[in-house]
T-cell receptor, first 107, second 130 residues
Framework: DIQLTQSPSSLSASVGDRVTITCRAG??????LNWYQQKPGKAPKLLIY???SLQSGVPSRFTGSGSVTDFTLTISSLQPEDFATYYC?????????FGQGTKLEIK | QLQLQESGPGLVKPSETLSLTCSVS??????????WGWIRQPPGKGLEWIGN???????YYSPSLKSRVTMSHDKSKNDFSLKLTSMTAADTAVYFC??????????????????????WSQGTLVTVSS
């Protein structure tokens, strides 16, 4: 299985801040990396697919980058609705695996 | 508007079999563009992929659960189902069903590496307890 390690596990930030979350794969996954946002008691929501493609309807303040083993999700200017847990997921090979999550909290 | 809704028991006894169904509206599970999947999340923990099924009946399962998992579908009802046998407390989780957009030719090549879950159900909590 391909292990995905996210850092940090939790993060405190303020509205308007720029935030970066990192996801590192245990081996090369090309650009086959997706990002999801999950709010408490809700289903995950797709933000970014194929490392850098923005899902339709997702605000442009979310950007994804990276390739091979190192990937980042950046939120350019945090909004109140962005406080949530973020997960990366690889689709390079089965079994699909997810990172352990990064909880983004209000400072 | 696409909607996915799970149905099934919220409580299962240890050693019993969990049966969940995901009813799809606003899309057809016979679409050649999508697989349909199950993902679970233990309380307070991360996400775990369980498996995917295609309209043809082709399935992919997580190796860690493969011996206990069966997925099926009913095209006439536009739904798909999950069975997980020999349930234990470790299987207590919120179970999600989701649509998986294929990254290429679903029929010839499977989901492909560009696949992603683009729409999820709200999730249903399944507790394993006697």
């Amino acid at each position: 299985d391909i292990q995905l390690t996210q850092s940090p596990s939790s993060l405190s930030a303020s509205v308007g801040d720029r935030v970066t979350i990192t996801c590192r794969a245990g081996r090369s996954i090309n650009t086959y990396l997706n990002w999801y946002q999950q709010k408490p008691g809700k289903a995950p929501k797709l933000l970014i697919y194929a490392a850098s493609s923005l899902q339709s309807g997702v605000p442009s303040r979310f950007t994804g980058s990276g390739s091979v083993t190192d990937f980042t999700l950046t939120i350019s200017s945090l909004q109140p609705e962005d406080f949530a847990t973020y997960y990366c997921q690889q689709s390079y090979s089965s079994p699909y695996t997810f990172g352990q999550g990064t909880k983004l909290e209000i400072k | 508007q696409l909607q996915l809704q799970e149905s099934g028991p919220g409580l299962v006894k240890p050693s019993e079999t969990l049966s969940l169904t995901c009813s799809v509206s606003g899309d057809s599970i016979s679409s050649r563009t999508y697989y349909w999947g199950w993902i679970r999340q233990p309380p307070g923990k991360g996400l775990e992929w369980i498996g995917n099924i295609y309209y043809s009946g082709t399935t992919y399962y997580s190796p860690s659960l493969k011996s206990r998992v069966t997925m099926s579908h009913d095209k006439s009802k536009n739904d798909f189902s999950l069975k997980l046998t020999s349930m234990t407390a470790a299987d207590t989780a919120v179970y999600f069903c989701a649509r998986l957009l294929c990254g290429g030719d679903c029929f010839l090549s499977g989901p492909g590496p560009l696949a992603f879950f683009d729409f999820w159900s709200q999730g249903t909590l399944v507790t394993v307890s006697s």
